[in-house]
């Protein structure tokens, strides 16, 4: 999957259309951001399409996920006032197998969006070998 692969009109398509949102990811996250380390936030709109990207640069392996959590929490509520949805991505080098770490990451997501009180509309890594998806969480992350 690839930014190329784009369709024309994809800021038309809501982002859970099957393949769209690793793509909108892998173009919101760049070639430096992911050497850098980062973390990528696609603000979803009720629509379900991208309404704001949003990346934090220099997240490098030295960051604990753990650190991020108020701050997500807080996205993940104001994005949930507005009915809408986030797409999580984690943007680092190397290899586009999941590690330890990257789970952590992953985790850290979930927590925000569910201690939030939104939606997780997907969570993707981004490395210098493309974009994958996380596995779904078996769970809705969406509070009750």
Same mark, same amino acid.
């Given at each position: 999957m690839?930014?190329h692969?784009?369709?024309?009109n994809? =800021?038309?398509? *809501?982002? +859970?259309? *099957?393949?769209l949102?690793?793509?909108?990811? +892998?173009?919101v996250?760049?070639?430096?951001? =992911?050497?850098?380390?980062?973390?990528g936030?696609?603000?979803?709109?009720?629509? =379900? =399409?991208?309404?704001?990207p $949003?990346?934090?640069?220099?997240?490098?392996?030295?960051?604990? *996920?753990?650190?991020?959590?108020? @701050?997500?929490?807080?996205?993940?509520g104001?994005?949930?006032?507005?009915?809408g949805?986030?797409?999580?991505?984690r943007?680092r *080098?190397?290899?586009?197998?999941l590690?330890?770490?990257?789970? #952590?990451?992953?985790?850290m997501?979930?927590?925000? $969006? #569910?201690?939030g009180?939104?939606?997780l509309?997907?969570? @993707?890594?981004?490395?210098d070998?493309?974009? #994958?998806?996380?596995?779904?969480?078996w769970?809705?992350? #969406?509070?009750?």
């Open positions: 690839s930014f692969d784009l369709p024309e994809w =800021r038309d398509l *809501p982002l +859970d259309t *099957p393949g949102a690793a793509d909108v990811a +892998d173009l996250v760049g070639d430096e951001d =992911r050497s850098n380390g980062c973390v936030l696609i603000l979803v709109g009720p629509d =379900r =399409r991208m309404t704001q $949003c990346l934090v640069n220099d997240v490098d392996e030295a960051v604990e *996920p753990q650190e991020f959590l108020p @701050f997500l929490t807080q996205v993940c104001m994005v949930a006032d507005t009915d949805s986030l797409i999580f991505v943007g *080098p190397g290899s586009a197998l590690t330890d770490v990257d789970r #952590r990451w992953h985790q997501a979930i927590n925000a $969006c #569910r201690d009180g939104g939606t509309l997907g969570a @993707f890594l981004a490395t070998s493309g974009v #994958r998806a996380f596995p779904q969480a769970t809705g992350v #969406r509070a009750s």
